[in-house]
């Protein structure tokens, strides 16, 4: 199911496209400047995120612990959001950036990484998430109640009959590309179709939201609210890459849909 592992992150490169232009020597110059980040006037705030960047880098899929201090990726994970501090002052680091840079480390060299992750950013929804445009935000996540509703009105009505509040959990999902609150092996599922189609409005990006509906309410059905509720807090030990990639399968968008997303062009 998806792509082969020993090509992922190929794949992964080539949809990504490189067209901010970054190579190699361009992040060691990052990396470079990092070096020389002190807590002075003009690089306090710099500091202070790579600073919160060493304490999230140990909570980046804590269960591999290889993002954790001492861990074989904890230094390329630190390099590469420290380095886009440095690239993009603008943005810094936000949490849940770690997330992402850590899914593409696993499959990615640290340059690599960095290269891809920066053009994620810059041209897909990331961008308006990680500069915390509260209005963008807001935006997609109105969006997204649409397209379920117009997708599967029976799993919407039933959700909004029960009062679960599903924002928090779509806000995370956006957030970290679901790579914080699927297990490893679902999230790397929907990467392998999301990143096939990245520029925002991203048709892909929704569907895989709509997905995860899918596989929950084919696991749970009519259950209460509270059910759902806890559920949406830990979908990594509720749904299986199986049944995520089942449901992938079942949804689809007619042009309908498809206008209601293209509607976050406006």
Request: a negative charge.
């Amino acid at each position: 199911m998806g792509i082969p592992p020993p090509i992922r992150g190929h794949f992964w490169r080539l949809c990504v496209k490189n067209n901010l232009a970054i190579n190699s020597e361009l992040y060691g110059i990052l990396c470079h400047n990092v070096s020389k980040i002190s807590a002075s006037h003009l690089q306090l705030e710099e500091a202070k995120a790579i600073q919160e960047i060493l304490l999230d880098a140990t909570r980046t899929f804590p269960s591999l612990a290889i993002f954790s201090t001492g861990g074989p990726l904890h230094g390329p994970l630190v390099n590469v959001l420290s380095a886009y501090v440095c690239y993009r002052p603008d943005i810094s680091y936000v949490q849940g950036m770690a997330f992402v840079a850590g899914m593409l480390l696993l499959h990615l060299d640290e340059c690599d990484a960095f290269i891809v992750f920066a053009n994620l950013v810059n041209f897909s929804h990331l961008f308006d998430f990680f500069s915390l445009r509260a209005d963008a935000i807001e935006r997609y996540v109105m969006t997204f109640h649409k397209v379920l509703r117009a997708v599967r009105p029976d799993i919407h009505a039933l959700l909004v009959s029960e009062l679960v509040d599903i924002r928090p959990a779509v806000f995370e999902w956006l957030l970290t590309l679901f790579s914080r609150s699927l297990s490893l092996d679902a999230a790397t599922a929907l990467w392998d179709v999301l990143l096939v189609d990245v520029t925002p409005p991203s048709v892909s990006l929704f569907r895989c939201c709509v997905a995860i509906f899918v596989a929950l309410f084919t696991r749970l059905g009519d259950a209460p609210g509270d059910v759902y509720g806890t559920a949406l807090s830990n979908l990594g030990e509720v749904l299986t890459v199986e049944s995520v990639h089942s449901a992938l399968n079942e949804v689809e968008f007619g042009p309908e849909v498809c206008d209601i997303v293209q509607s976050l062009k406006k």
